[in-house]
């Protein structure tokens, strides 16, 4: 089996699996983000838990990756064609995360509360936490594409309510 293979089935699996196993149960970072967070007026987001849920369980499969990554790297059994792949898909992984999380910055510092963004390989998602008009929409979109080189058409903005297009239209 590919490492493609393995990560694909642990992307399609490991939501499912994570839901199951902590059902119920509350996760301490979630408290601990709820006591450093900045007070805010509430929102839809803030009762709804929303951004949070979305960032743990992208950190939870991110995490769940690398740690499969890892092993494939330190097995003394893995070709080391393989290995080398690993590697670099670890490298891949940190990077990704760390433009994800500037990229989030960005968007708090540019006004909006609640912002995730997740970059893959097709595109990028970004979900904001209200709706936007026109010009919003461009700014994130032009801001997004500056920062990480990639093409507008490559951009997809979410609010909690519509996927926005490039040209701002409801879809």
Same mark, same amino acid.
């Given at each position: ?9 642990? /992307?399609?699996? +490991?939501?499912?699996?994570? &839901?199951? $196993? %902590? ?6 970072? *979630?408290? =601990? =983000? ?20 979305? $960032?743990? @369980? &992208? ?9 499969? +990554? ?6 003394? /059994? ?8 690993? *590697? ?6 940190? *990077?990704?995360?760390?433009? @994800?999380?500037? +990229? ?9 509360? =609640?912002?995730?963004?997740?970059? %893959? @390989? ?8 209200? %709706?936007?008009?026109? *010009?919003?929409? =461009? ?28 040209? /701002?239209? /409801?879809?």
């Amino acid at each position: 089996m590919t490492i493609f293979t393995l990560l694909f089935l642990l /992307g399609v699996f +490991l939501p499912v699996l994570i &839901k199951l $196993r %902590e059902a119920g149960k509350p996760c301490p970072s *979630q408290a =601990e =983000e709820k006591v450093t967070a900045p007070v805010a007026p509430p929102r839809q987001e803030a009762k709804d838990g929303f951004f949070t849920d979305f $960032r743990l @369980e &992208k950190e939870s499969r991110r995490s769940q990756q690398v740690e499969l +990554l890892r092993e494939i790297a330190k097995d003394p /059994g893995t070709s080391a064609a393989t290995r080398r792949e690993a *590697q670099e898909k670890l490298m891949e992984l940190t *990077q990704r995360a760390e433009k @994800e999380a500037w +990229l989030e910055g960005l968007l708090k510092a540019q006004g909006f509360a =609640e912002a995730v963004v997740t970059i %893959e @390989e097709r595109g990028i998602t970004v979900i904001l936490s209200r %709706e936007l008009s026109a *010009q919003e929409t =461009e700014r994130v979109v032009k801001l997004i594409s500056r920062t990480t080189g990639r093409k507008q058409e490559e951009i997809t903005v979410v609010t909690r309510k519509s996927v926005v297009s490039r040209k /701002g239209e /409801g879809v």
